[in-house]
């Protein structure tokens, strides 16, 4: 089942517990997928648990449900410029090229809810995860070279 509450951002978690309730659902399986200013753009991040960070929404669902052993993908959108409101930059429309950047980032996460329901949570970690740091690692390399 896929679910995007309705309500506030902030009141995410009264949706995720009526329906982790509802249906009795073990919070092993459900997967919460939501962005992260504490990720650079387009960088994904799996967790099997863990804190909300400085997500609002994710201290609503840890509240409702009292506890935070459930998995969960973090997908980048990257820090606020200085002057901006929060509210209104996690709510602003992606410039083109940061279109892009999260068009690829949607089909990794995608990619890591596949791995997660036909294998398991260890599985799209280890997938994703260690795509990520290859990533990185090539990016690095390129720039040296580049210098």
């Not at 509450?5 to 517990?17: E, I, K």
């Not at 980032?105 to 995608?110: E, L, P, S």
Request: proline residues 5%.
């Amino acid at each position: 089942m896929l679910v995007k509450p309705m309500t506030y951002m902030n009141n995410s978690g009264l949706c995720v517990q009526e329906l982790v309730s509802y249906y009795d659902i073990p919070l092993e399986n459900t997967l919460v997928i939501y962005d992260d200013i504490d990720l650079d753009p387009g960088k994904i991040r799996i967790r099997k648990k863990g804190s909300a960070g400085t997500h609002n929404g994710m201290r609503s669902i840890i509240y409702q449900l009292q506890d935070q052993n459930f998995p969960r993908i973090r997908i980048g959108i990257g820090k606020k410029p200085p002057q901006w409101d929060l509210a209104n930059y996690v709510l602003s429309k992606f410039t083109p090229d940061e279109t892009e950047v999260m068009r690829e980032a949607v089909k990794k996460a995608a990619e890591a809810v596949d791995f997660y329901i036909n294998e398991d949570v260890d599985f799209a970690m280890n997938r994703l995860n260690r795509r990520e740091k290859a990533e990185k690692a090539e990016k690095k390399d390129s720039e040296v070279q580049n210098q």
